[in-house]
């Protein structure tokens, strides 16, 4: 059995104060990690369903082989081992902001970043994920490329932003940029932690021919109810 509590690394940055800890909770008896930033929670492995079902619906559908993902926001690595768990997947890159998070993944601190990072077709990028969606380098070794489905977790929601310099993304503007870095038939899934919002689908239906929102529930053994986070995916036209 691990120890109760051990915080696994702490780093000050220019976005706060960013730490992993490993606690052994009691009331699921297994170990949790949780990434904070500043006494914000980023990411808890307990709750964890949102994230997987948002590379599941944004691959929903696609053939394969040889589609190319790019993922914002690593966290815990839920959402890019999702994607690499698809056989139709021939390249993921995530973009993450913070060095510190892709150092744990690739020092074995989380336990899924061995898996992560000895697969080729997963490229891990620090950088912020929103400058370089506007200037289509989500990949920055080609830029201008495109992308068979981008999957975005690094906001609360469209509303409730880490930043304010995220907000651009969230409009007409931003996600029409965005568009035009997807193939034809390309997905773009947004993860939120609050309830479907209908003023931004009223934005994504502008920009996108196909948008939904997608609610997903999971169980929340602290408060033994049932919780649930928002999945909005949207599509692009067909060629």
Known sequence: MSARFEELDWRPTAMGSVSLRRRRDPVVGEDVYEIKLDDDFLMSSLFTAAEVEAARLALAGMPGPGLDVAVGGLGLGYTARTVLE???VGSLV???????????????????GTELVS????????????????AARLD????GRRFHA?????DHSPRHLLHPDHAAFYQP???????????PGGAFALWSNDPPDDGFMSVLTEVF??????????PNPFQERPASNTVYVARTAEE
């Open 86 to 88: 698809n056989p139709a």
């Open 94 to 112: 995530v973009v993450d902001a913070l060095g510190e998070v892709i150092e744990w993944h690739r020092r074995g601190l989380i336990p899924s």
């Open 119 to 134: 697969d080729p077709r997963c490229h891990l990028v620090q950088g912020d994920f929103f400058a370089l969606a506007a």
């Open 140 to 143: 920055p070794r080609a830029p």
């Open 150 to 154: 981008v999957i975005v977790d690094i």
């Open 173 to 183: 503007s931003g996600l029409r940029h965005l568009a035009a870095q997807l193939h």
């Open 209 to 218: 021919p196909q948008a939904a929102a997608e609610v997903v529930t999971f």
